[in-house]
């Protein structure tokens, strides 16, 4: 299994440009969650998806942020119009989920946003 | 709610000496603990969990965690620190009323010095 892919590793952008980020998770696999990590904050849960369904976005900062999962194989994290502030390594990473499973997550490589 | 806490922001140890990577937690019921490491500018990387069982269980790379239920602790262990271990660890609970739900700690460094 390639694990979980996320694309593109690196972006930058200027300040009002829109921002998409793009995951698809391990095969079989029905939950997906997106994380951002800073040095000041740590690492964040923005949003996860149960079975393409979003279940919990009380972690999007605001809402220039926003997050699809068209099928059980993609998700799209976009941000627009991005800021400075949006400055940070965005994490995807899915897992299988149901009664008496307790599966880990798998986490995907990354993508290093740097907003100018 | 559920959460846990890594007291130490850093852990520094000599090239084989014992290591131990500190985290707490606060679960309704019985919990799922995990332990993830991140090294430079990678994702993170699954080590080990407890689910239900033993109190000791091992993961990758010659670490184990020590469930105890009286301490609501998962200490993280090794019995013999590696230069190459030094990296960021996380410990994180599993909200089992919400299944699908993490939730990380802060995250410990630990710096194993030659």
């Known amino acids: 299994d390639a694990g979980v892919i996320q694309s593109p590793r690196h972006e930058v952008t200027e300040m009002g440009q829109e921002v998409t980020l793009r995951c698809k998770p391990i095969s079989g696999h029905n939950s997906l969650f997106w994380y951002r990590q800073t040095m000041m904050r740590g690492l964040e849960l923005l949003i996860y998806f149960n079975n393409n369904v979003p279940i919990d976005d009380s972690g999007m900062p605001e809402d220039r942020f926003s997050a699809k999962m068209p099928n059980a194989s993609f998700s799209t994290l976009k941000i627009q119009p991005s800021e400075p502030r949006d400055s940070a390594v965005y994490f995807c990473a899915s897992s299988r989920t149901g009664t008496g499973l307790g599966n880990e997550q798998f986490f995907g490589p990354g993508t290093r946003l740097t907003v100018l | 709610a559920q959460s846990v806490a890594q007291p130490e922001d850093q852990v520094n140890v000599a090239e084989g000496n014992p290591l131990t990577v500190k985290c707490t937690y606060s679960?309704?019921?019985?919990?799922?603990l995990f332990w993830y490491v991140q090294y430079p500018n990678r994702g993170l990387q699954f080590l080990l969990k407890y689910i239900t069982g033993d109190n000791l269980v091992k993961g990758s790379y010659g670490f184990e965690a020590e469930f105890n239920k009286s301490q609501t602790s998962f200490h993280l262990k090794k019995p013999s620190a590696l230069v190459s271990d030094s990296a960021l660890y996380f410990c994180a609970v599993r909200d089992k009323d919400n299944f699908n739900k993490f939730y990380f700690g802060s995250g410990t460094k630990l710096n194993v010095k030659p």
């Open positions: 679960v309704s019921g019985n919990p799922y």
